[in-house]
C-alpha cells in the first residue's frame, strides 16, 4: 500500500480545520498510521520546501511554516499520494474546485491550509524527515474488506 505525508498547517490549526481534514481522509477510506502535533522548526521547514528555496516566497513560507504547530500525518491506502493532492485542491485555492479542502476553506496560497506529498519520492523523503520509524503503527481497518475489490 501506498504512503504520503499530510500535513495540517499553522493557518489550518488556528483555524480550527485540524478536525475537518481527519475526518475527509478518514471517510474517503484511507488510514491514518502516524499523527502528531509539533511545531516545525526552521531547519526542518528549509528541508521540506527546499526546492523553492530560490523563489521569492519562500522566506515568508519557512517563516510562516514555523510560526505555530502544524499537524503531520503519515497516511496510507492504495493511491494515497494521487487521491490526497486532489482532495487539497488546487496550490492557489482560488483555482481549487469547491468539494476539495482549499476550495472549501481557503483564498490565498499562502494560506492554504494543508500539504500532501506530490510522488513516491517526494513522499519517501518528507516521511523521514517528520517521523521516526517508532512513530509509525501497523493495523487493519475493519472496512477494508468493503473498500477493495
Ligand atoms: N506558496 C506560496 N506562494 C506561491 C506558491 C507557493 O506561498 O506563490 C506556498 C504555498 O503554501 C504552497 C507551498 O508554498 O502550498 C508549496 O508550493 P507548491 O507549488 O509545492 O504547492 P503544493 O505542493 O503545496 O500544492
Ligand atoms: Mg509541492
Redesign the pocket.
Known sequence: MEHTYVMVKPDGVQRGIIGEVISRIEKRGLKIIAMKMHQIDEETAREH?KE?SDKP?FEP?VEYITSSPSVSMIVEGKDAIKILRSMNGA?NPVEAHPGTIRGDFAIE??R?IV?AS?SEETAEKEIALHFNDSEYTRYSRIDEVCLYE
Open positions: 520546501y523553492h516566497f513560507l496550490t496560497t499562502g492554504n500539504h506530490d
